[in-house]
Every structure is written in C-alpha cells, then in structure tokens.
C-alpha cells in the first residue's frame, strides 16, 4: 500500500514491512502486497501465495495450503508427500499408504490375497486369518459422534495402543465390541506388533469430560477383563501410547491456545514423567526455533496454525483440522491410568482458560501452580492428582512408580 506524505511515493510489504519505490516489486497475494521474499509460487495452481502456506511435494516442488490438502498423497512411512497423481501402495500389515522406494525396499506382494505387506502374509496359507474383522484399517476414519453435554464445547477423544499377548485377537476385539459398542472402535497401527505380539488401537468417539468420568463403566471393565484374561498390555509394550485428542472448539481463543501449548511445552520434563516415558513419537523439542545468529529461542507461535514448521510426531500434534492431539502419554490398560491421561487435558485446558498476561508473567504457567490447582480441585481430579503426586519422584528411567 502507498505511504501518505512520502515523495517519490513508497510502497510496502503487508508481511514484513519492505519498503521500495518500484510498485512492480510488490505482487497482490489475496489481499496484501508481498515482496519477493514473503511470497512463493504454487506449482500446481500457478498462483501466488504466502510463503509461510507452502509445502513441499516430491518431484513437483512448493505447493499452495489449498493444492497441498487437496491435491497430494503422504507417505505414512518417509513422511514425503508427492502429487495425487502418484499412486502409493496400502500396506495390509500395518495400516499405511506408502510410497513406491518404501514399498520396493521394505515390504513384499501376497499374490494369494493380492495384498502388500511389511511383514509376511500371516492371513494365507497355513494358520488362517488371525485378525478380525472388527479391526479396521489404519486409514478408517468415520464420521465423529459426539457424547455428552458440554458448555464451552470442550470434547476429548481416546486412542489406546494395546498388545494382545494372548494371541485371541478376535476374541479381545468382540469382546470389546459386545460390551463398549459404537461409542468405540478398533484399528490397526504400524506400532503395534514390533515386539512380536499382535494388538489393535481402540479409539474413541469424542466424548464430554463429564462422560469419561461417569458414564464410561462398560469401557473400564472391559479394559480390566482384557489385561486379566488376554493379557492386554500397553503400559509395558514399548511401541504403545495413550493419545487424547481435544476438540479446537473448546478453547476460548488464540491467545488461549497459546497459553496451553505454553503450559505443556514449558513443563516438558515434568510432563513426561507424568506420561511415564520419552519418546520420538512425542517429541518436545519442535518448540524451539533458531535466530540469526543461530540461538534457539522458545515459541509456540508456528504450532498455532498447525499447517507449516511442525511435526505430527511431537507432544502436541497441531495439524488435525478438528482437534489438537496430546501424544506424549505411555500406554496402560489400567481405567486409572487413562483416566488421569483425560484428566491432565481437561485440567490443563480449564486452567488456562481464563488466565490473563498479568498471571502469565507472574508465572502461572509452571508446574507447580498447575499442580496448586489441580490439587485444589483434586476431587474433579483424583486421578491425575494421585499421578501428579509422584512425578517429583520419578526417573524416566525407572519410571515403573508412576505405572497407575
């Protein structure tokens, strides 16, 4: 836009402020003028776009926000993302497209089921079909049903990695089904499984907070039958976590957001002794970026968006378009355990809720004012306060105290 008051006239970058004489330097993007430097070039569309929205495709170079959500394909093994004219393969075993080099290097062809596999074909042949149809691929997503009531539409959904070291995976899976229902579902992950014994993912709908805590009872027996009589492990299984999923909804604003990513990321060694482990699928260190003179600094602000500069495996995976997705918890079949995981995200997004920049910069956001309120709500919590209370104690490397 010109600069009033200014001979010869200036105009200037709506991103970074660049000023220049030449009108010609500056493109229109939208609704602002870019310079070269904060403008990118879509391959696909042949437009200009911001150039914090783009992304990168194999083979085709940068793409536009739109182009790259609805025009690509994503290797669930590399992590590249190519054109949607490139076709990838769906690996039965594990529940994942991958791409051709992943698939020509890493997996095999069952010519009997005219499926791929990462591992051999364990449903032809002698032994049978072990799984059940029950188990839906990793890519089975349906349509949300929500449960219960809520006033600031703050709704949290389960995924619970699980072995099954019983070897009745079909049993385990109706058993779930005959006594939960539709309020749940089963998957199968590429996790599961890498110690020997097969599993399943159980994911929830999302439900309100106040229906985890007092209309879940089928879920909990059925987690306890499954650890008692077909040794269902989590917990011990060093491939399976707890993710929570917490609806966008839920939060009052940006800035609310901000405070409780904040609150997470800041509180990193206490939050994975709560969770009970490290891990490089729920990494922590996404947060910290790097200034000229390549000094890491701490900022939350490009998780925000959830689009650009930051990982889905990282303790808050901000990319799902619905929810933000708390990954850094270990997995256990213990109704307490995952009780305390559900919890910690309610707590976590009630506490900031309200919080101004006076209680920030008072400090509010460290641990242990977490922990004051937690405890001075420990009847609203009782199992995340019990947990809480142990992780002053707690080594990650012997983290079998906190196992509630």
């Given at each position: 836009?010109?600069?009033?008051?200014?001979?010869?006239?200036?105009?200037?970058?709506?991103?970074?402020?660049?000023?220049?004489?030449?009108?010609?330097?500056?493109?229109?993007?939208?609704?602002?003028?870019?310079?070269?430097?904060?403008?990118?070039?879509?391959?696909?569309?042949?437009?200009?776009?911001?150039?914090?929205?783009?992304?990168?495709?194999?083979?085709?170079?940068?793409?536009?926000?739109?182009?790259?959500?609805?025009?690509?394909?994503?290797?669930?093994?590399?992590?590249?993302?190519?054109?949607?004219?490139?076709?990838?393969?769906?690996?039965?075993?594990?529940?994942?497209?991958?791409?051709?080099?992943?698939?020509?290097?890493?997996?095999?062809?069952?010519?009997?089921?005219?499926?791929?596999?990462?591992?051999?074909?364990?449903?032809?042949?002698?032994?049978?079909?072990?799984?059940?149809?029950?188990?839906?691929?990793?890519?089975?997503?349906?349509?949300?049903?929500?449960?219960?009531?809520?006033?600031?539409?703050?709704?949290?959904?389960?995924?619970?990695?699980?072995?099954?070291?019983?070897?009745?995976?079909?049993?385990?899976?109706?058993?779930?089904?005959?006594?939960?229902?539709?309020?749940?579902?089963?998957?199968?992950?590429?996790?599961?499984?890498?110690?020997?014994?097969?599993?399943?993912?159980?994911?929830?709908?999302?439900?309100?907070?106040?229906?985890?805590?007092?209309?879940?009872?089928?879920?909990?027996?059925?987690?306890?039958?499954?650890?008692?009589?077909?040794?269902?492990?989590?917990?011990?299984?060093?491939?399976?976590?707890?993710?929570?999923?917490?609806?966008?909804?839920?939060?009052?604003?940006?800035?609310?957001?901000?405070?409780?990513?904040?609150?997470?990321?800041k509180n990193a060694p206490e939050m994975m002794k709560f969770a009970g482990r490290?891990?490089?699928?729920?990494?922590?260190?996404?947060?910290?970026?790097?200034?000229?003179?390549?000094?890491?600094?701490?900022?939350?602000?490009?998780?925000?968006?959830?689009?650009?500069?930051?990982?889905?495996?990282?303790?808050?995976?901000?990319?799902?378009?619905?929810?933000?997705?708390?990954?850094?918890?270990?997995?256990?079949?213990?109704?307490?355990?995952?009780?305390?995981?559900?919890?910690?995200?309610?707590?976590?997004?009630?506490?900031?809720?309200?919080?101004?920049?006076?209680?920030?910069?008072?400090?509010?956001?460290?641990?242990?004012?977490?922990?004051?309120?937690?405890?001075?709500?420990?009847?609203?919590?009782?199992?995340?306060?019990?947990?809480?209370?142990?992780?002053?104690?707690?080594?990650?490397?012997?983290?079998?105290?906190?196992?509630?």
């Amino acid at each position: 836009m010109p600069i009033d008051n200014e001979e010869p006239t200036q105009y200037e970058c709506g991103s970074c402020s660049w000023t220049t004489e030449d009108e010609d330097n500056l493109i229109w993007v939208d609704d602002r003028l870019l310079c070269e430097d904060c403008r990118a070039y879509c391959n696909r569309c042949d437009e200009y776009t911001d150039n914090d929205s783009t992304h990168y495709v194999e083979g085709e170079g940068d793409y536009c926000e739109s182009c790259w959500e609805n025009y690509t394909n994503y290797c669930e093994r590399c992590s590249n993302t190519y054109s949607d004219s490139y076709s990838l393969y769906h690996i039965e075993d594990r529940g994942e497209y991958w791409c051709e080099g992943c698939y020509e290097d890493n997996a095999s062809y069952c010519e009997e089921c005219d499926q791929y596999y990462a591992n051999e074909c364990e449903g032809c042949g002698e032994g049978g079909n072990r799984r059940s149809n029950l188990i839906n691929q990793y890519s089975y997503k349906p349509n949300p049903h929500f449960y219960g009531n809520d006033k600031n539409d703050l709704y949290f959904g389960l995924e619970l990695e699980m072995e099954i070291r019983s070897g009745n995976l079909r049993e385990s899976a109706q058993y779930v089904q005959d006594k939960v229902g539709d309020i749940v579902y089963m998957k199968d992950d590429s996790s599961i499984g890498r110690g020997g014994y097969m599993g399943f993912e159980l994911v929830s709908h999302p439900l309100s907070f106040g229906h985890w805590t007092t209309q879940m009872s089928s879920l909990w027996q059925t987690l306890d039958y499954l650890r008692d009589n077909e040794q269902a492990r989590s917990w011990d299984a060093d491939s399976c976590g707890i993710h929570i999923h917490v609806s966008r909804t839920g939060f009052k604003s940006g800035a609310h957001t901000h405070r409780w990513l904040t609150l997470i990321y800041k509180n990193a060694p206490e939050m994975m002794k709560f969770a009970g482990r490290k891990s490089d699928y729920a990494k922590f260190n996404d947060v910290w970026q790097y200034d000229e003179y390549d000094r890491p600094y701490f900022s939350v602000k490009h998780k925000l968006d959830g689009r650009s500069h930051t990982e889905r495996y990282s303790a808050v995976n901000t990319q799902n378009e619905h929810t933000l997705e708390l990954r850094f918890f270990r997995g256990t079949t213990r109704p307490s355990g995952v009780l305390s995981a559900i919890e910690l995200a309610h707590a976590s997004v009630e506490y900031t809720r309200d919080m101004t920049l006076a209680d920030v910069k008072l400090g509010m956001l460290k641990w242990d004012w977490f922990y004051d309120y937690v405890e001075a709500n420990n009847g609203f919590y009782p199992n995340l306060y019990e947990r809480m209370s142990k992780v002053s104690h707690v080594n990650l490397k012997n983290i079998e105290k906190i196992n509630a």
